[in-house]
């Protein structure tokens, strides 16, 4: 069964601190994966997209890592702002389908 | 631009009533999808439209409808049927960003909050 597993499911840091959200997942075929930020009441926005050879890509203070053999991927926020508060979902693309992990609600406290 | 559109972004209805949800793409996308978010939750498949006059129901369809009459558009009615509506609504399109090979991509509305009064 294609599945995509996020923890935490929440996380409360401080500002200025370093997190790492973890994404497991068990869909196949593998075409990519998306790390997309939602604020509440908005659509999910893409951060990063990594594909099956790529290890590791950043966009800012976002970095994102793919274990394409283990079927994991992380993404590290450094240095985090109060801006980041938000749901951070974990979505896996087949070639025609895409399956959505459940979710990090990140809580950024001054 | 090329975009996905929902409207409206609040709307609200009385218990009993059929409400419909808009969706518009204009990014030349086959396929089509609506989802369902509640309150600290994850996003829930409701319908989706992989071509024109085709769709197919999702994990939680009961109490929704669809039509997908055009390309460009995939609207949603939540009938009176549908017990607990109030709720987040994401529509969103899939296709290939770019050209690039392997850069499949989901592009999102900016959702339609839902509330029963």
């Known amino acids: 069964k294609n599945q995509v597993e996020q923890s935490p499911q929440s996380l409360i840091i401080l500002e200025g601190k370093n997190c790492t959200l973890q994404c497991n997942y068990t869909v196949s075929p593998f075409s990519n994966l998306r790390w997309y930020k939602q604020d509440t009441g908005r659509g999910p926005v893409s951060l990063t997209i990594?594909?099956?050879?790529?290890n590791t890509k950043s966009n800012g203070r976002y970095t994102a890592t793919l274990d394409a053999d283990t079927k994991q991927s992380s993404l590290h926020i450094t240095a985090s702002q109060l801006s980041d508060s938000a749901s951070y979902i974990c979505?896996?693309?087949?070639?025609?389908?895409?399956?959505f992990g459940s979710g990090t609600k990140l809580n950024v406290k001054p | 631009d090329g975009g996905i559109t929902q409207s409206p972004k609040y709307l609200f209805r009385k218990e009993g009533q059929n409400v419909t949800l808009s969706c518009e793409q204009n990014l030349n996308h086959d396929a089509m999808y609506w989802y369902r978010q509640d309150p600290g939750q994850g996003l829930r498949l409701i319908y989706y439209s992989q071509i024109v006059n085709d769709f197919q129901k999702g994990d939680i369809a009961e109490g929704y409808s669809v039509s997908r009459e055009k390309k460009e558009s995939f609207p949603l009615t939540v009938t009176s049927a549908q017990k607990n509506p109030t709720a987040f609504y994401l529509c969103?399109?899939?296709?290939?960003?770019?050209?690039?090979?392997?850069?499949?991509?989901?592009?999102f509305g900016q959702g339609t909050r839902l509330t029963v009064v």
């Open positions: 990594m594909t099956f050879s790529e």
């Open positions: 979505v896996v693309y087949t070639f025609n389908k895409f399956y």
């Open positions: 969103a399109s899939m296709g290939v960003r770019d050209r690039v090979p392997g850069h499949t991509e989901a592009f």
